[in-house]
């Protein structure tokens, strides 16, 4: 089954202690990105990779941190977490061209105190 | 301003109702349009693409006008399970890959 899968699901942590999101995809694309989503603002790209080892930021990279070292993982580090930095977070996937159709992990609560 | 915007809502309609969102882009080299739905606190999921010519699937149809640079998408005999979010999704001409820049989405509750 194509799909792409976050890790945790739920996480509540202190400010400070560093954290990691996991996002992997088995469709073989080569697009991945993360978002974060707050309520009245929408999805908001956070970074984005075109492939393995090419990574940029999006619109709100501050405070994050991505690799992609493989081209089915793309975790996103959060290395001081604030508590601005509570929200839902999502990786997503596409091709790079062709079918845009983003294909969305099932989120990460997360909650900073 | 935002390069993407929709109305929050939400639109309360009763079943069977027909019911209408816009969404206008700021990005007149925009060059691919998208409507996803997303059910509370899921992930965003593709519910049709959007073609200049427009394009209907089902219940919904979804139109573009570029002149004026919206989106719409009409709903047709409302259902319960039609309620969620509506995500309104652009391309903008970058570089050819997919960045996607999206909504804050359009509520759609729907009642008995």
Not at chain 1, 11 to 27: D, F, P
Not at chain 1, 94 to 101: A, D, F, V, Y
């Amino acid at each position: 089954e194509a799909q792409v899968t976050q890790n945790p699901r739920y996480l509540i942590t202190v400010t400070g202690k560093k954290l990691t999101v996991t996002c992997s995809q088995n469709m073989n694309h080569e697009y991945m990105s993360w978002y974060r989503q707050d309520p009245g603002l929408g999805l908001r790209q956070i970074y984005y990779s075109m492939n393995v080892e090419v990574t940029d930021k999006g619109d709100v990279p501050e405070g994050y941190k991505v690799s992609r070292k493989e081209k089915r993982n793309f975790p996103l580090i959060l290395e001081s977490p604030s508590p601005n930095q509570t929200s839902l977070y999502f990786c997503a996937s596409s091709r790079i061209q062709g079918s845009t159709e983003a294909f969305f992990g099932q989120g990460t609560r997360l909650t900073v105190v | 301003r935002k390069e993407v915007e929709q109305d929050p809502g939400p639109f309360n309609v009763p079943e069977g109702a027909t019911v209408a969102f816009n969404c206008t882009y700021s990005n007149s080299a925009s060059q691919s349009f998208f409507w996803y739905r997303q059910d509370c606190r899921k992930e965003p999921k593709l519910l049709m693409s959007v073609y200049s010519s427009g394009n209907e699937d089902g219940r919904f149809t979804a139109q573009l006008n570029r002149a004026s640079q919206y989106i719409s998408l009409l709903i047709r005999d409302s259902k319960l399970s039609d309620s969620a979010t509506y995500l309104c999704v652009v391309l903008p001409l970058s570089g050819g890959y997919n960045k996607l820049i999206f909504g804050a989405g359009t509520r759609l509750a729907v009642h008995p």
